[in-house]
Antibody
Framework: EVQLVESGGGLVKPGGSLRLSCAASGFTFSSYSMNWVRQAPGKGLEWVSSISSSSSYIYYADSVKGRFTISRDNAKNSLYLQMNSLRAEDTAVYYC???????????WGQGTLVTVSS | QSVLTQPPSVSAAPGQKVTISCSGSSSNIGNNYVSWYQQLPGTAPKLLIYENNKRPSGIPDRFSGSKSGTSATLGITGLQTGDEADYYCGTWDSSLSVLFGGGTKLTVL
């Protein structure tokens, strides 16, 4: 059974940093591209970033480019999102999702809440 | 405001059929596959339709997808109260970004 479990969310002050993790199991992690998608409270889905299976290709939404860094460790079956210079508008539930860039996201984690507030 | 346009809400009675539209442009829907996601209240999104009209294993055939030009449509027949959820379309854009529609809230009256 495919499982994606996010962690690392919490309350952080504007300008602060946070590192999210996503632990994957039930599939060959190193064979799949992975993604982060977020959802602000009461709002729709917003794609954040994608990384190819070997980390050769990385893409970011304009809203986070230069502030967020996606990475993965295939030996640990883990996906990460380093978030710096956080803003109030980054407040959201962050989901990790499996799926090739330009395709579809077939499995999603349960999400982790990031709140940026003073 | 999303690049992909969906109606904010749709409603229908149990057993009836409903369609949800998703309108884009030639830089996204017009030249790429569309996927659809169902998000039940308080849960993570779930893949419902991929590559315009394919259903993942376990998704009942009450759910269908189609695409024509720069628009896509999700159809749900035999509506059940358990179908009440938010539905999102998604696709890729030539600007190297993934796009989602603004979401449509389905109410089963």
């Amino acid at each position: 059974e495919v499982q994606l479990v996010e962690s690392g969310g919490g309350l952080v002050k504007p300008g602060g940093s946070l590192r999210l993790s996503c632990a994957a199991s039930g599939f060959t992690f190193s064979s799949y591209s992975m993604n982060w998608v977020r959802q602000a409270p009461g709002k729709g889905l917003e794609w954040v970033s994608s990384i190819s299976s070997s980390s050769s290709y990385i893409y970011y939404a304009d809203s986070v480019k230069g502030r967020f860094t996606i990475s993965r460790d295939n030996a640990k079956n883990s996906l990460y999102l380093q978030m710096n210079s956080l803003r109030a508008e980054d407040t959201a539930v962050y989901y990790c999702a499996r799926g090739d860039f330009g395709q579809y996201f077939d499995y999603w984690g349960q999400g982790t809440l990031v709140t940026v507030s003073s | 405001q999303s690049v992909l346009t969906q109606p904010p809400s749709v409603s229908a009675a149990p057993g009836q059929k409903v369609t949800i539209s998703c309108s884009g442009s030639s830089s996204n829907i017009g030249n790429n596959y569309v996927s659809w996601y169902q998000q039940l209240p308080g849960t993570a999104p779930k893949l419902l339709i991929y590559e315009n009209n394919k259903r993942p294993s376990g998704i009942p055939d009450r759910f269908s997808g189609s695409k024509s030009g720069t628009s896509a449509t999700l159809g749900i027949t035999g509506l059940q109260t358990g179908d009440e959820a938010d539905y999102y379309c998604g696709t890729w854009d030539s600007s190297l970004s993934v796009l989602f529609g603004g979401g449509t809230k389905l109410t089963v009256l």
